[in-house]
């Protein structure tokens, strides 16, 4: 079964981190947060809208459309 995790880093925040049944990490908060209230948002905002997320694959694009989702994402 998939399991969030929380823990708190060097900076002293809470950060989460997403691992598989097999206990590989899968994804992860990717910014600390000042109180557990907010890490448990953003775990909750997961749960809530990733089942539903779309998948943009920047590796199957033109060039051009390719460099406009860079500056548009900010990747």
Do not use: C, H
């Not at 990717?30 to 775990?43: H, L, N, P, R, S």
């Amino acid at each position: 079964m998939a399991t969030f995790w929380i823990y708190k880093d060097s900076a002293v925040e809470y950060r989460w981190r997403l691992t598989a049944a097999n206990g590989r990490i899968v994804a992860d908060s990717g910014e600390g947060y000042k109180t557990w209230q907010g890490v448990m948002d953003a775990i909750n905002w997961v749960k809530t809208y990733a089942p539903g997320a779309n998948v943009k694959d920047l590796t199957r694009q033109q060039s051009s459309d390719l460099l406009n989702q860079i500056l548009k994402y900010k990747i």
